[in-house]
Each structure stands twice: as structure tokens, then as C-alpha cells.
């Protein structure tokens, strides 16, 4: 039997950022997926990032993870989204070559020397005899056992995946591909609560039978923003996606075949994303809307293939014709695939703490949809942590906590293991309390530190952000004193008759930027600086009362998140605690009075009785 220290079951997003942050930080690990070939494979929109997105995907980068590496490799169209609003909501998207993607996330991945990838299915996992349950290796369908210290289950949609296609079904973790069922039903008894959950994707078209003159085109922007600090601009051509609306011949569609969807006769029992549902849902649910937007999205350079983005359904192929040639410019349009619902087995993410760690099978850790998220970058985030804290466990390490105010990595585990979720959960700016703080800019400033400590960034990252550290700091110091005048005369720069005010109060106006004096400042300072610290310390001038305000905000969060909670703390019996709420504590067992509060339906009032109870049991122990 092969022994390692860290096996990872599943080779999706989360799968490979958990396998390489293991690996990195010194376990011997193993990769195990059903197909090497599939490994990263964007089954869905071959996109990374987005609104809050794209935030998760520069945490992870600035953690060290990979994601940020292979989209801006693969990436062939970049945009900044929401630069209309204020810089706390920017967001980076790009449009990737799945091919590409998951051919160069193999490569990175090959490379890391402490990592093996093993192409077989589990059959079950394998335990220590005793009478706590701790996981200590895999049975592989083929015979083979591989032992292990820790396991990561990260399956996405394979455990008992069955998809659905108007009146046809079939088991599939993805479309092609068989499901997990053998590992998915010892899962099942190991008695965590479970549900099943649904998500789906639109029909794709190829690209040679669409008259594009009839879509708007949306272009790439001219200046890439990158999701990785390692990288400087795109490797790949830049492409236009498109985007129209549908048409009143495609409610017609819709609404005449509805007995024919399994999303409403009844075959679909899974519970679907709130926030990215299906078209026939769209027109169910906001019947007074007379149209919907749909964006046409390339999934390669060498492909004809496009992803038909807005239009995810499970309704019968015929339908799905139907509704496609119902859209100007697409009358002609050849359905490549068909667009299917796909529902499957997660864990209730409460059975799991902060570290990702089962609270009731020992160094088995679950990441991505299998706790009940939605979207390829919540997958990751997840993988990544579990990677770090499974590593950690076999070295005899602390696990590595992020709280709501360092990270959207720690909003989102957060919510899943002190919230649970009854829809696949998908992270949005409005999650966050402090977003403002946690901004897309400085994620390197506010977690790189921790991944350079831990080991996870290399030589390169940790020179860079050194580099961009003197950069910013130099700037904070150095704006203060700087006049404009001594800026103005290099950069061309009007300043009024009888005016000379600091550059960092300037900058403060809404209508100017650093960018617009950078040659100015650099000359007075005497060395260059990138965009991305000029950025920084510009967003903390204009912003700095409302920063200032937040911080105090996370300091007073911090008070609370740092009164613990003692595992053994007995809630049942305290005077004035509903039995509901009483049951709800046992059952999350939160670590800290903050996590507590967060906890649905825990009112201040019950707060106040647990303080109470603890602030007694210290006295007594005293």
C-alpha cells in the first residue's frame, strides 16, 4: 500500500488548489480524480472572477494559490467590472480557452514535486480502528490502497450526479462523465446531514452558424487588469463576446412546454442557485419582465464552440432549438450540446469547522460543492484553505483561520460553517461588512504576509511584495509632504493662482487620480512606482474617514470574535435560552461569541446569556 500524508479525492478547482498548497508546504500528497485528462475542467463558463468573484480569486492568488496564474495565462478576454462605482466593488473577469486552462493547470500542477496525480474512482474511504472515526486512507475501485494522515473530498457535482434533459435522465458527475456513487453512498452512512442540490448549464452553439452583425459587441478592455501579482499582461489574443435579449417567441417556448421541464413537473427535487437560475425560471418568477439578456462567449481560440451565457435549462432538446432560433441571429444557429440540469449529493457545511474539518470523522476535510457552494472560485478559496489546514494537521500545526475582516475567504467559510446554506451559495460585495477594506487592490498587503510565513509563496511573490510594500509605504510618507507645484511643472498639471496643497490632499478630490501625476512624483521621489501601489494609496486618501471608521468596526468585531467559546460549553438548561436556540448552538458549537452571534435566529438578548454563563464559569474556575 502507497502512503502519503495529504490525498485529495477530485480534481476540479478545489482539487487542485488543495493538492498544490498540501504539496507546497511539505506533505506528500496525492491527487486522485476519475479522469487526468479533466483535471480543472471549466464544465460550466469557461470564465474565472466576476462581482466578489473576482475578489476571492486575487485572495487566493495573493495566498499563493494558482487560479490567478492559469486564468491570466488562459485568459482571452479581460475586464474590470463595476468601475462606475467605487473601487471597494471593482471587479476583474476574464473570458479563459478551457483548453488552455486546464492543460496549463496540469502543467503547474505536475510540477510541484511533493504532488502525484492518480487517475482512478474511490470506492470508499479506510479508518483506523477505534472508537472516534478518523479517516487514515482510500480504497480505489480498481483494488488499489493508498493510505493517508488526512483526506480532502472536493467532488463537485460526481456524487450521485444525475442529469436531467426534459423527460430524459441519466447519471453523470458532468455531462460524458459516470458519477461517484459507490464513495457517495458510504458518505452518505457516515451520519453528517446531507441534501441534494442542482445546478445546470446553457446549450452550446457553433460559433460558424451565428450571423454575429445582429449581437452587440463587447470588447476586452484595452488595459488588462490581472488577477495574478506575478503577472504583467495577457499571454493569449484577446477575443469580443456578444450579448442580446431574448424575444417574446422565446417565452412563448417556454411557456408552452412547461409541463415538460423537470424543473417544473416535479423530476427535479435538488434545490437550484437563487441567483443564477434557469431561463425557464426567469420567465416563471418575473412574469412582468419582457425580456432577458444573454451574452454569446467564445470557449477557446481553436474552437467554434460558444457558450450561451443567461440561458441555462433543462428543457427538452427540441425546446432548447427552439428557444435558440427564437433570437435574431441565431435563427440558423447548430446546437453542439444541449444544456442540462444536473442535481447531486452535499453536506451540510455546519458538520464541518473553520479549519474544513469534519467535526465527526477525524482529518477528513470537505471543500468546495460538496459543502453546498456555487461557482468555481468559492470552490477554490475553499481547496486552498483545506489544503493549508489538512498540512497543517499532519506537521502538528495550528490550522489557519481567516476572520470576516482579513479576507472574502473568510466571509464565505464563515457563513457556510456557522450559517449553513439551503441553495447553492455564492458569494456576493453585500456579504461582507467591511468591504471597503477588503478590496481586490490589497489583497497582497493583507494576506501575502501569511502565505510567505506558512511557506506557500515562493522566492518571486515574496520579492514582489516586498517591493510593492517599500512602494506604498514610500508613498504614504512622501505624499504628505509633497506640494503640487513640484509636480505640476513636469506633469502639466494647472494649479490655481495663490494654491499649492498637498498631493495627498488633492488626490483627495473625486475628479483626479495619481496616474494623472505619476511622472511628477516619481521624479521627486526618485524611483518609479506600478499602478497597482499607486492604486492602493490613492483609494486610502480618497477613502480615508470612511476607513478609518471601518477599522474601528473591526476592532470592536475583533473584541467579541476573540471571547472563545469552550468546545464542552453547555447550552441546554441556561435560564432564559428557547429550546430552538439551545439546539441550534449545540449543533454549530460555535468557537467564539462573534461566531455565535452570526449564527440565524441567535438574538442579542441570548448573546447576553451566554456571556453571562461564560463570565461565571471563569470566575469559578479562578
Keep these: 500500500m502507497r502512503s502519503f500524508d495529504v490525498i485529495v479525492i477530485g480534481g ?55 487560479i490567478g496564474e492559469v486564468t491570466d495565462y488562459a485568459g482571452i478576454q479581460f475586464r474590470l467590472l463595476n468601475t462606475s462605482r467605487g473601487p471597494a466593488v471593482w471587479a476583474p473577469r476574464a473570458q479563459c480557452d478551457k483548453k488552455i486552462y486546464r492543460t496549463r493547470m496540469r502543467e503547474v500542477l505536475e510540477q510541484e514535486p511533493n504532488l502525484r496525480l492518480v487517475q482512478a474512482e474511490i470506492a470508499s474511504l479506510r479508518f483506523e480502528e477505534g472508537v472516534s ?6 480504497l480505489l475501485a480498481d483494488g488499489r490502497e493508498l493510505g493517508a494522515r488526512a483526506v480532502i473530498i ?11 434533459v426534459g423527460e430524459q435522465t441519466f447519471g453523470c458527475g458532468r455531462s460524458g462523465e459516470l458519477p461517484s456513487v459507490m464513495l457517495a453512498d458510504q458518505i452518505r452512512g457516515l451520519g453528517m446531514r446531507w441534501t441534494r442540490m442542482k445546478t445546470g448549464t446553457p446549450p452550446r452553439l457553433d460559433g460558424r452558424s451565428i450571423d454575429w452583425s445582429q449581437f452587440e459587441e463587447q470588447k476586452a478592455d484595452e488595459t488588462a487588469v490581472m488577477f495574478s501579482a506575478l503577472s504583467e499582461k495577457p499571454v493569449q489574443p484577446q477575443i ?27 423530476q427535479i427535487k435538488g434545490i437550484g442557485p437563487r441567483y443564477c437560475p434557469s431561463i425557464e425560471d426567469k420567465f416563471v418568477k418575473f412574469p412582468d419582465k419582457e425580456r432577458h439578456q444573454i451574452f454569446l462567449e467564445p470557449e477557446g481560440l481553436d474552437t467554434h464552440e460558444v457558450y450561451v451565457n443567461g440561458m441555462s435549462t433543462s428543457m427538452p432538446v427540441d425546446v432548447q432549438e427552439r428557444m435558440i432560433a427564437s433570437i435574431p441571429g441565431l435563427e440558423k444557429a447548430e446546437l453542439i450540446r444541449p444544456g442540462y440540469a444536473i442535481e447531486y ?19 477528513l476535510y470537505l471543500a468546495g460543492q460538496i459543502n453546498g457552494t ?41 457563513d ?60 504614504r510618507s512622501g505624499l504628505e509632504g509633497m506640494r503640487m507645484r513640484q509636480v505640476a511643472r513636469i506633469c502639466g498639471v494647472e494649479v490655481a493662482e495663490g494654491q499649492n496643497p498637498a498631493v495627498s490632499d488633492w488626490v483627495r478630490r473625486p475628479e483626479v487620480g495619481l496616474r494623472s501625476i505619476q511622472a511628477g512624483i516619481e521624479a521627486v521621489l526618485g524611483r518609479s512606482f506600478d499602478l497597482a501601489a499607486l492604486l492602493t494609496v ?9 476607513l478609518d471608521q471601518q477599522q474601528r468596526q473591526i476592532g470592536r468585531l475583533r473584541e467579541m470574535e476573540g471571547r472563545p467559546v469552550p468546545a464542552d460549553f453547555v447550552y441546554r438548561g441556561i435560564p432564559g435560552l428557547s429550546l430552538e436556540m439551545q439546539e441550534k448552538l449545540e449543533r454549530v458549537r460555535p468557537v467564539t461569541l462573534g461566531q455565535a452571534a452570526r449564527i440565524p435566529g441567535v438574538t442579542p438578548a441570548a448573546l447576553s446569556l451566554i456571556d453571562i454563563r461564560l463570565s461565571l464559569g471563569a470566575k469559578e474556575g479562578c
Design 12 to 66: 476540479g478547482h478545489a482539487g487542485c488548489e488543495a493538492a498544490r498548497a498540501s504539496a507546497r508546504l511539505g506533505a506528500k500528497t496525492a491527487l486522485v480524480t476519475m479522469n487526468l485528462d479533466l483535471i480543472a475542467q471549466m464544465s460550466c463558463n469557461p470564465a474565472m472572477g466576476g462581482i466578489a468573484k473576482g475578489h476571492l480569486a486575487r485572495e487566493i492568488d495573493a495566498m499563493g494559490g494558482v
Design 133 to 138: 472515526p478518523t479517516v487514515c486512507g482510500v
Design 154 to 164: 472536493t467532488t463537485g457535482t460526481f456524487l450521485n450526479g444525475m442529469a436531467r
Design 240 to 266: 469580443s463576446c456578444y450579448h442580446a435579449y431574448t424575444t417574446g417567441e422565446t417565452r412563448a417556448a417556454i411557456e408552452q412546454n412547461l409541463d415538460r421541464s423537470p424543473l417544473y413537473s416535479g
Design 345 to 363: 449529493d452535499c453536506i451540510d457545511a455546519r458538520e464541518v469547522s473553520h479549519s474544513l474539518e469534519s467535526k465527526k470523522v477525524a482529518a
Design 374 to 414: 456555487s461557482g468555481y472560485e468559492e470552490a477554490a478559496a475553499q481547496g486552498l484553505m483545506a489544503g493549508i489546514n489538512a498540512a497543517n494537521a499532519v506537521f502538528g500545526r495550528d490550522p489557519l483561520i481567516l476572520d470576516r475582516s482579513e479576507a472574502y475567504i473568510g466571509i464565505l467559510i464563515d
Design 416 to 475: 457556510l460553517v456557522t450559517k449553513g446554506t439551503d441553495e447553492p451559495y455564492r458569494m456576493f460585495t453585500s456579504r461582507a461588512e467591511h468591504r471597503l477594506h477588503l478590496r481586490i487592490d490589497n489583497a497582497d498587503e493583507r494576506l501575502t504576509g501569511k502565505a510567505i510565513a506558512l511557506g506557500l509563496a515562493d522566492s518571486r511573490r515574496a520579492a514582489l511584495f516586498v517591493d510593492r510594500q517599500e512602494q506604498r509605504e514610500l508613498l
Design 538 to 546: 490613492e483609494t486610502e486618501l480618497k477613502y480615508a474617514g470612511y
